[in-house]
């Protein structure tokens, strides 16, 4: 019986850079020896693949779709690949794949079946922005998404601050188009002298990462329209 194939963890880009400006070689490498992958949206992780490799040829991909659509019971068929000793890679949308992001459950399938699991090296903006923000990186929790309702993203903003003073970085983002309205609520609910880290456009030529307390970020507001953001209370 043939060896079983490694699963790759991929991490593709954040944003409109060039993929070796912040990804590894070897990244490359395993995307030029791989047929196989699982994406979130094909488009795009085709699009990905031709930017690092453009002389890979696209008409011999397999992708397998992943998203929230995607029926649990086609998870272990997304691995057969791996069964016939082929290597399968997992495609993150942006930054690196299983972290705020779709993956775990296959990941899961392949230990339960002695599937090698490898993650690649690349970009991850929860990492990135903590290391930046000059904030706690020995405890940390990311909290992912806060409530959309103004009254309960309030009360959790003022949850995470009683973490954040017993010194718990607490790191959560939102949807882009959503970011004005949440710097509007953290500012209404913060306290004066709580630190806030706002970190936009990780990697890109636009990049931008500050850390202020509450009150100072009230006399300067920043423009986060429609831009990637990670927000840290510490």
């Not at 994406?39 to 795009?44: A, F, I, L, Q, Y």
């Not at 690649?120 to 000059?134: F, K, R, Y």
């Amino acid at each position: 019986m043939a060896n079983k194939g490694t699963l790759y963890l991929i991490p593709s880009l954040l944003g409109e850079v060039e993929p070796l400006e912040v990804l590894p070689m070897l990244v490359k490498k395993v995307i030029d020896t791989t047929q196989h992958f699982i994406v979130e949206n094909e488009k795009s992780a085709r699009a990905f693949i031709k930017k690092v490799l453009p002389s890979k040829s696209q008409p011999n991909l397999v992708l397998y779709v992943l998203n929230k659509y995607t029926d649990p019971l086609e998870y272990t068929r997304f691995l057969e690949p791996c069964r016939q000793g082929f290597p399968v890679g997992i495609i993150s949308e942006a930054g690196v794949p299983c972290v705020a992001d779709p993956g775990a459950n296959i990941v899961s399938i392949a230990h339960e079946n002695n599937i090698r699991v490898v993650p690649l090296t690349g970009p991850s903006s929860i990492l990135l922005a903590l290391m930046a923000s000059g904030m706690s990186g020995q405890q940390f929790t990311f909290n992912g998404y806060l409530p959309i309702d103004t009254l309960q993203r309030k009360k959790a903003i003022r949850n995470l601050q009683v973490l954040a003073r017993k010194g718990t970085s607490q790191i959560f983002m939102e949807t882009p188009y959503r970011n004005m309205k949440m710097l509007e609520d953290l500012l209404a609910a913060g306290d004066d002298e709580m630190r806030l880290c706002i970190a936009s456009d990780i990697t890109l030529p636009t990049e931008y990462i500050k850390t202020k307390t509450i009150v100072k970020w009230r006399k300067a507001i920043p423009d986060l329209n429609k831009r990637p953001c990670i927000f840290i209370l510490g």
